[in-house]
């Protein structure tokens, strides 16, 4: 187990705060579990007798006092954003998109299907390439469904 070099000593209105993360209950369970922490060690209580009590990990309760003690409350009790893959296309590109599968299909076809949207999505300039998982994944979060009779999209 690690030697808790980071002491916590919250003031009255970082404890009040706390206190009131954990009354309203509105906040994420991993903030909560981050306050009940820094109150916990802001009493004494070492590293191993917080991960009993609150069931929590040695690393989640050495991060908690080390963020608290080197950048302070808010750092402590909130995640750092994380770095990701950038979506392939903007929000408006999506809609575009969706538009486009709840128009008539392109000559020769019965239906637009999700090759075809992909290769449109190319033929526009959204993208240099797509594949059609990325098009069937921004389709899924639309209720349409072009299969489906009474899907709200008129076929014509």
């Not at 609150?54 to 750092?80: H, I, P, T, W």
């Not at 969706?98 to 239906?111: F, K, M, R, V």
Request: aromatic share 4%.
């Amino acid at each position: 187990m690690r030697w808790p070099k980071y002491r916590v000593e919250l003031s009255e209105e970082e404890k009040r705060q706390l206190e009131s993360i954990l009354r309203k209950g509105k906040s994420s369970g991993r903030k909560q579990t981050r306050a009940r922490i820094l109150l916990k060690a802001d009493e004494g209580m070492q590293v191993g007798e917080i991960m009993k009590v609150l069931n929590a990990s040695e690393d989640m309760v050495y991060r908690a006092r080390q963020c608290f003690v080197e950048e302070g409350l808010e750092a402590a009790l909130n995640d750092k954003p994380r770095p990701g893959k950038k979506p392939m296309l903007s929000d408006k590109q999506c809609a575009h998109v969706i538009a486009l599968a709840c128009s008539d299909a392109p000559e020769g076809h019965d239906h637009w299907t999700l090759r075809l949207l992909a290769d449109k999505v190319v033929e526009l300039g959204f993208a240099e390439s797509i594949s059609r998982e990325t098009i069937r994944g921004v389709l899924k979060k639309t209720t349409s469904s072009h299969g489906k009779a009474n899907n709200g999209a008129s076929r014509k």
